[in-house]
């Protein structure tokens, strides 16, 4: 069975600093892999998805970025995080088949930007 | 702008009681629908989904939803609460044609139950 994982569960980071937020799949190959934030209040908002190694985009502007190194590696970055960074930031999966519009999702990092 | 909506952001009610929680999207093409369920310090989970065929879908722990494409909705229900159903849940949409598959979700309703 297919299972993903997300580390750190939990981060306190300054403003200012970088961020680095791994999330690896297992189970499946040449899974589309995506990035969600979980803001107070406002729902989950896609920031970053990927087709494929190498092949991301993104869907809002802002000081991060993700890079998928391997197949089953989605990495979320900051050069510098903001206060506005703080959040609830999931990663989720979905299969490649015909038909497989459901997505699964990770446990989860906590960021508290301070 | 494409959208979902979901009418509350904090229900709370009693057991036993019956829920029902509305969301509305405004892609004008085919979409597949969702809610998610998220727990108290659990995974945001998959409670139930429409692709096509039958508009009243059943998913876990006894929710339903039905769609109605006129009203652009699909509703979810379930018709005796349970503490245990305290959670947050969410109304998702892909539109069919998006080969990303890049789910647009609502903000949430927070469901509180009380014994």
């Known amino acids: 069975s297919q299972t993903i994982h997300q580390w750190p569960a939990t981060l306190v980071q300054p403003v200012g600093s970088p961020l680095s937020l791994e999330c690896t799949v297992e189970?499946?190959?040449?899974?589309?892999l995506y990035w969600y934030r979980q803001a107070a209040g406002r729902g989950l908002q896609l920031l970053f998805y990927s087709v494929g190694i190498g092949q991301i985009s993104s869907e809002v502007p802002q000081n991060l970025s993700a890079s998928r190194p391997q197949d089953r590696q989605f990495i979320l970055s900051s050069k510098k995080l903001l206060l506005s960074d703080s959040g609830f930031y999931l990663c989720?999966?979905?299969?490649?088949?015909?038909?497989?519009?459901?997505?699964?999702f990770g446990p989860g990092t906590r960021l508290t930007v301070l | 702008a494409q959208s979902v909506s979901q009418h509350n952001h904090h229900v709370i009610l009693s057991e036993a009681a019956s829920l029902e929680l509305g969301c509305n999207y405004s892609y004008g093409g085919t979409v597949n629908l969702f809610w998610y369920v998220q727990y108290p310090g659990q995974h945001l989970q998959l409670l139930l989904k429409y692709f096509s065929g039958d508009p009243l879908v059943k998913g876990i722990k006894g929710f339903e939803a039905e769609f109605i494409k006129s009203k652009f909705s699909f509703n979810l229900r379930k018709p005796s609460v349970q503490w245990s159903d305290t959670a947050e849940y969410f109304c998702a949409v892909i539109i069919k044609t998006d080969s990303w598959g890049k789910l647009q979700f609502g903000a949430g309703t927070q469901v509180v139950v009380t014994p």
């Open positions: 989720a999966w979905r299969g490649r088949d015909r038909g497989s519009d459901t997505q699964y």
């Open positions: 189970g499946t190959s040449n899974p589309n």
